[in-house]
């Protein structure tokens, strides 16, 4: 963490409340001390002003709620160093926070998984890196019929007392669980994550209308991955994608790589949704930032070559998708102003997981977790926790 103060001029700033042309801001011990309209000679003696080109603009760090690797790591190798890959990686693409997602496996795998992540969350806190914020349990507990990528032999009925267990072994960390909650046992756990304060996500659901309105009644506020691994809208039949449409209470992730979702289909949702109903995840997988070719994903080969991530049955299996790539695509498939792009981002999954007192939007007090970037969208650095994790 970056102790001494330091400030950053002649930049246009997306806060919390307002957009500042000619702006600073101000980071001393990891948070934003202030920041505001640029005078002359705002900075003091004794602070330092980072050098920076002309015509940058300053948002808040973007959260990933739903991401299972990167640069060849991957949450499922259950490793410290394959989550610090990750960590090491994702503030280059303006990404300061995530949560570490796993993927329907074998109980005794995932358990490695799932214990590996919650003692790093608990033990480590690292500079130059993006902070794990959770874990995101997405499986085991699905709907074989809409398992897409997730292995069929490994999904389990939904089940409170094995979730305690697991919850128990990742020391508290699971922040969001993707379920599907017309399977037995489904409304019970629903209404048991809600109780808990954990994110309970529909998502790899056959659910019809009707289940999933009883699913929000139970306390779901959040939907995986939009349109994919979900009944469809049918004009008889709204199934859970209508239900996700219609209903104020469940937010949205969406994967705006124009492969998962067409561009169309995204710009249908946002203007249902809007921006406030919508969070831009990548769904990433390992082979993010590497070349194409052949990765591992959940124990299954996945073939990647021009931005697709496909099994060998040609079912999508993840992606590969940058968050900033997310950020200038939501906005060219649906004509959103950048304030609402960065909603989407960062402001959206900063409230859902109950962070937002201190991430997710450019506030006094918060971390200083921002990113820099050019006229062209690309990141041209980002900051975690007040400090220069990503120079380009």
Same mark, same amino acid.
């Given at each position: 963490?970056?102790? %001494?103060?330091?400030?950053?001029?002649?930049?246009?700033?997306?806060?919390?409340?307002?957009?500042?042309?000619?702006?600073?801001?101000?980071?001393?011990?990891? %948070?934003?001390?202030?920041?505001?309209?640029?005078?002359?000679?705002?900075?003091?003696?004794?602070?330092?002003?980072?050098?920076?080109?002309?015509?940058?603009?300053?948002?808040?760090?973007?959260?990933?709620?739903?991401?299972?690797?990167?640069?060849?790591?991957?949450?499922?190798?259950?490793?410290?160093?394959?989550?610090?890959?990750?960590?090491?990686?994702?503030?280059?693409?303006?990404?300061?926070?995530?949560?570490?997602?796993?993927?329907?496996?074998?109980?005794?795998?995932?358990?490695?998984?799932?214990?590996?992540?919650?003692?790093?969350?608990?033990?480590?806190?690292?500079?130059?890196?993006?902070?794990?914020?959770?874990?995101?349990?997405?499986?085991?507990?699905?709907?074989?019929?809409?398992?897409?990528?997730?292995?069929?032999?490994?999904?389990?009925?939904?089940?409170?007392?094995?979730?305690?267990?697991?919850?128990?072994?990742?020391?508290?960390?699971?922040?969001?669980?993707?379920?599907?909650?017309?399977?037995?046992?489904?409304?019970?756990?629903?209404?048991?994550?809600?109780?808990?304060?954990?994110?309970?996500?529909?998502?790899?659901?056959?659910?019809?209308?009707?289940?999933?309105?009883?699913?929000?009644?139970?306390?779901?506020?959040?939907?995986?991955?939009?349109?994919?691994?979900?009944?469809?809208?049918?004009?008889?039949?709204?199934?859970?994608?209508?239900?996700?449409?219609?209903?104020?209470?469940?937010?949205?992730?969406?994967?705006?790589?124009?492969?998962?979702?067409?561009?169309?289909?995204?710009?249908?949702?946002? %203007?249902?949704?809007?921006?406030?109903?919508?969070?831009?995840?990548?769904?990433?997988?390992?082979?993010?930032?590497?070349?194409?070719?052949?990765?591992?994903?959940?124990?299954?080969?996945?073939?990647?070559?021009?931005?697709?991530?496909?099994?060998?049955?040609?079912?999508?299996?993840?992606?590969?998708?940058?968050?900033?790539?997310?950020?200038?695509?939501?906005?060219?498939?649906?004509?959103?102003?950048?304030?609402?792009?960065?909603?989407?981002?960062?402001?959206?999954?900063?409230?859902?997981?109950?962070?937002?007192?201190?991430?997710?939007?450019?506030?006094?007090?918060?971390?200083?977790?921002?990113?820099?970037?050019?006229?062209?969208?690309?990141?041209?650095?980002?900051?975690?926790?007040?400090?220069?994790?990503?120079?380009?």
């Amino acid at each position: 963490m970056n102790e %001494k103060a330091f400030i950053i001029e002649n930049i246009t700033i997306y806060a919390e409340r307002e957009t500042i042309l000619n702006g600073y801001i101000k980071v001393e011990h990891g %948070k934003i001390q202030s920041f505001g309209q640029a005078n002359h000679g705002v900075a003091q003696d004794h602070e330092a002003v980072y050098p920076t080109p002309d015509n940058l603009t300053l948002l808040p760090g973007m959260i990933d709620v739903h991401i299972h690797g990167a640069n060849g790591a991957d949450t499922m190798d259950a490793t410290p160093e394959a989550l610090t890959v990750m960590a090491e990686a994702l503030p280059k693409e303006g990404t300061t926070s995530f949560l570490a997602t796993t993927i329907t496996q074998d109980s005794d795998l995932l358990e490695k998984a799932i214990k590996n992540a919650g003692d790093y969350i608990r033990s480590n806190a690292h500079p130059r890196q993006a902070e794990v914020l959770g874990i995101h349990l997405e499986g085991p507990f699905l709907n074989a019929k809409r398992a897409g990528a997730q292995p069929p032999h490994a999904i389990l009925d939904p089940n409170i007392n094995l979730f305690k267990e697991w919850n128990e072994l990742a020391q508290g960390t699971i922040k969001l669980v993707t379920l599907a909650p017309e399977k037995e046992g489904g409304r019970d756990l629903v209404r048991y994550l809600s109780e808990q304060g954990i994110v309970a996500s529909i998502g790899h659901s056959d659910a019809t209308f009707e289940e999933v309105i009883e699913a929000v009644e139970n306390g779901a506020t959040h939907a995986t991955h939009l349109f994919n691994g979900m009944r469809g809208l049918h004009h008889r039949e709204p199934g859970v994608v209508g239900a996700v449409l219609l209903s104020d209470h469940l937010k949205a992730e969406i994967i705006a790589d124009g492969h998962h979702v067409r561009p169309e289909m995204i710009k249908l949702a946002y %203007k249902q949704k809007r921006d406030e109903g919508m969070i831009l995840i990548t769904d990433a997988m390992r082979a993010k930032c590497l070349k194409n070719g052949r990765y591992d994903l959940g124990g299954q080969d996945v073939y990647v070559k021009d931005g697709k991530a496909l099994l060998e049955n040609g079912t999508l299996a993840g992606s590969v998708l940058s968050m900033n790539d997310a950020l200038r695509n939501i906005q060219a498939y649906t004509g959103c102003t950048l304030e609402s792009a960065v909603k989407m981002a960062a402001e959206n999954p900063a409230k859902q997981l109950g962070v937002f007192d201190r991430k997710g939007s450019i506030a006094v007090g918060k971390d200083a977790d921002f990113i820099l970037l050019n006229e062209d969208g690309d990141v041209v650095m980002t900051f975690c926790k007040g400090t220069l994790a990503y120079s380009r």
